[in-house]
């Protein structure tokens, strides 16, 4: 009973703060993309890069732009982990090798941070905050920056200018995610999380034996990692290591810096589109899509049927911090599963095949409850599009969405990005399971070993980053592939985005009539909430049916 009440009473402190945040953040967000007027600094910076601050870029421009910056900060942190041993706060560590380099470097520049390797015995000081920890604040500033760009297709008419890609990540960084990611490492370090440059020490334990424990700059890695919906830990555990994430309080404060910005980017949309209206409809879809996710997970975890150690315990403890216990660890892997962060504080591959298998379905609908900074809104705002669509062919009639026509290009567009991610996971996926010597790499067979393949890819091609943990990937076919997965998942979708933002601005916005549908109400956002659903369940229903489905029903 102790254990219910603290569960439900972080689960309502945590929508609390979230909804206490959702106006001011989601209009200052708003305000750092339309202002403008520049800082100092932030002029400084456009002339050191020979950027013209007040030029608007037309959208091939402007995907060229985050293509160039994010091929450019690959090649960066591939480097710097091929030169570690050469470089200072190395901590002993010997170069990374070629294959886990370019799957790191392609990880963190993607937001995806999915690791191969255990970060405190890999990485040293130096590659993880000039490289690791940079990228987690400039993968989280494209992503934002790419759906700021396709809100203005929807604000403006007749140009195909989109914004400034310079600007728009300058700002994100500046303005919003250093100040909020500064003043919550110091609340982690408050609460117990590290923050100093030690290196390894050897401990001797309670009963005897020795223990390498490594320090590290861990509270401001781990700020930005939850706050950019990044994920990737300073130490193997992740955030179920008690240096990143020391107790139930500082759980909370994660779990509540993975969904925030995501969660009030919608009041940023509808500020921005002229119509609030707007931006609760999306919020809606997604705040049901979170809910029912938790609901699926916490109730599994709590009463299993598949355990009768877990009826004893009072839930499945296995992979499960004490200090946390069940109700922590489903919130945080439902939340960490519906945005791109891919953080873990337990282990999905010890979770019930229900389940661990909510987690994958989280993933598979696009992480766009509450989503990927950025990534989740604009794509919620495709499923949007496509549910207008749908509504229109009911009543054989043009669609349009907030006052802009969906012909044929925009829609080629949509479907476009809706189906690259699944073709990625499943054609990946179905490789991976034709190779024996691929498939030999999972540390279980039948249903729940094509569970851990299968969630590989999922997590790769959605740039999430958390796994199951019951499969090695470490050699140089899974990094490869992986790797691929990351970068056409991440940015393939990038340029459909781009081109809809382009093609919506160029448009002349029609008034609204009486047959025009609307799209603030409880009609269309039950409506897109069962398009969600439905396109994820008819992609994706055969696969799952051989994994998680199959277990559970087992």
Avoid at 101 to 127: D, P
Avoid at 522 to 535: E, M, R, S
Wanted: with cysteine; net charge neutral; charged share 10%.
């Amino acid at each position: 009973m102790n254990d219910t009440l603290a569960g439900w009473l972080q689960i309502l402190a945590l929508l609390a703060v979230l909804a206490l945040s959702y106006r001011p953040l989601g209009d200052y967000m708003a305000h750092i993309l339309t202002s403008p007027r520049h800082w100092k600094v932030e002029k400084f910076l456009y002339r050191a890069g020979g950027v013209d601050g007040d030029a608007d870029q037309r959208w091939p421009v402007y995907l060229r732009s985050v293509l160039a910056f994010s091929a450019m900060s690959v090649l960066f942190l591939y480097g710097l982990q091929r030169l570690q041993n050469h470089l200072p706060l190395a901590e002993g560590m010997a170069a990374v090798n070629p294959a886990t380099s370019f799957n790191t470097a392609v990880s963190f520049v993607t937001n995806t941070n999915w690791q191969s390797y255990s970060g405190e015995s890999t990485m040293g000081h130096l590659v993880q905050m000039a490289g690791l920890a940079v990228q987690n604040f400039v993968s989280a500033a494209v992503g934002i920056a790419v759906v700021a760009a396709l809100i203005r297709g929807f604000t403006r008419r007749r140009t195909d200018r989109v914004g400034n890609f310079w600007v728009d990540l300058t700002r994100i960084v500046l303005r919003l995610l250093l100040p909020m990611a500064f003043v919550f490492a110091i609340i982690l370090v408050a609460c117990g999380a590290i923050q100093n440059f030690h290196g390894v020490h050897s401990i001797s334990t309670i009963v005897g034996d020795h223990q390498s424990i490594t320090g590290g700059p861990v509270a401001s890695q781990e700020t930005i990692k939850e706050l950019g919906t990044n994920g990737g830990g300073f130490y193997n555990a992740n955030s179920a290591h008690p240096f990143e994430n020391p107790n139930a309080f500082t759980n909370i404060v994660e779990i509540y810096l993975l969904l925030v910005i995501s969660a009030c980017l919608p009041r940023t949309f509808g500020t921005m589109v002229g119509d609030k209206r707007q931006g609760y409809a999306i919020l809606a879809v997604m705040a049901l899509i979170w809910a029912a996710s938790v609901a699926i997970i916490t109730v599994n975890e709590l009463h299993s049927y598949h355990s009768a150690a877990g009826h004893a315990a009072g839930g499945m403890l296995e992979g499960k911090e004490q200090r946390i216990g069940v109700w922590g660890s489903a919130l945080f892997a439902a939340s960490t599963t519906l945005t791109s962060t891919g953080a873990v504080n337990s282990f999905h591959d010890s979770f019930t095949p229900l389940g661990g298998g909510t987690t994958i379905f989280n993933m598979m609908l696009g992480e766009i409850a509450p989503g990927g900074t950025g990534s989740g809104l604009y794509g919620m705002l495709i499923l949007a599009i496509i549910t207008v669509f749908v509504a229109g062919l009911m009543v054989g009639r043009t669609p349009e969405y907030l006052g802009k026509k969906l012909g044929g290009r925009e829609m080629k567009f949509a479907s476009l990005y809706i189906l690259t991610t699944p073709a990625v996971v499943l054609v990946g996926a179905g490789i991976a399971m034709a190779l024996p010597g691929e498939r030999a790499n999972m540390l279980n067979t039948g249903a729940h070993g094509f569970s851990e393949v299968l969630y590989a890819f999922t997590s790769a091609a959605n740039n999430n980053g958390s796994a199951f943990a019951g499969i090695t990937v470490t050699s140089n076919w899974w990094n490869t592939a992986l790797g691929l997965a990351m970068l056409i998942g991440r940015f393939l979708p990038m340029v459909f985005i781009l081109a809809l933002a382009g093609s919506l601005g160029k448009q002349q916005p029609v008034p609204a009539t009486a047959g025009t549908l609307p799209t603030h109400r409880p009609q269309f956002v039950g409506l897109l909430t069962a398009v969600v659903i439905i396109v994820v369940g008819l992609t994706y229903f055969p696969a799952l049916a051989l994994g998680p489905l199959a277990e559970g029903l087992h």
